[in-house]
């Protein structure tokens, strides 16, 4: 497609539940990113693939956080046990190359009850 | 660690007002500078960017000039229009050199007819 895709827009799940949140990035784009934004913040880089290989997770704040992608395009954020404190809007960005041209989809909010 | 502060909001403005919204960052090395922007119901975009000192970042009316000896990136804007209502981030680029990201807590800017 034109843009990066993130699905679902929107997701409630319960506390303790397992989700998980796809992104389809702009095709040909190598480098994929996640992010998280809370209510009033700015997004806050969770981890960075190139290709298929995490280059940097340093971000992903426990290991209930998981993301793949493994054919070097879509990729899927997993979170394990979810927390209210989970609870954001979670941001997929592309890039050709590692540049910071990125293009940004939409996000998915999750909303832990 | 590195960091990005904005000023905070929300900046009210009558249209054809001038804008400034402050940014200050603080980074070990040379990091690149950008101002990103998010409209209402759409993702983040790409508003302008600096790579290095002295340079001036520019598009749709908006400037930003990289200001190494105060450590500064001000957003400014000669006459805003109802259709820049939108929140702005600051960011800028990790020490990392793997397209990471840091960003500021958004300022919301809303013009008024």
């Known amino acids: 497609g034109a843009g990066v895709s993130q699905t679902p827009s929107n997701k409630v799940t319960e506390k303790g539940k397992y989700v998980e949140l796809r992104c389809d990035p702009i095709?040909?784009?190598?480098?994929l990113y996640w992010y998280r934004q809370s209510l009033g913040q700015g997004p806050e880089f969770l981890i960075y693939f190139q290709g298929t290989g995490a280059a940097d997770d340093s971000g992903l704040p426990n290991d209930r956080f998981f993301a793949v992608r493994p054919e070097g395009s879509v990729s899927t954020l997993k979170i394990q046990r979810t927390e209210r404190g989970d609870s954001a809007v979670y941001l997929c960005?592309?890039?050709?190359?590692?540049?910071?041209?990125?293009?940004f989809g939409s996000g998915t909010r999750l909303t832990v009850v | 660690g590195d960091s990005v502060t904005q000023m905070e909001g929300p900046v009210t403005l009558s249209e054809e007002a001038f804008l400034t919204i402050n940014c200050t960052y603080t980074a070990t090395g040379y990091p690149s500078l950008f101002w990103y922007v998010q409209y209402p119901g759409e993702g983040l975009q790409l508003l302008l960017k600096?790579?290095?000192?002295?340079d001036k970042g520019s598009n749709k009316g908006f400037e930003a000039t990289y200001r190494k000896e105060t450590t500064s990136f001000h957003l400014e804007k000669g006459s805003v229009q109802v259709s820049d209502s939108a929140v702005y981030f600051c960011a800028l680029s990790g020490s990392s050199n793997t397209g990471k990201l840091i960003f500021g807590q958004g300022t919301t800017l809303q013009v008024k007819p």
């Open positions: 095709s040909g784009h190598t480098a």
């Open positions: 960005a592309s890039s050709l190359d590692g540049n910071y041209g990125y293009t």
């Open positions: 600096a790579t290095k000192a002295d």
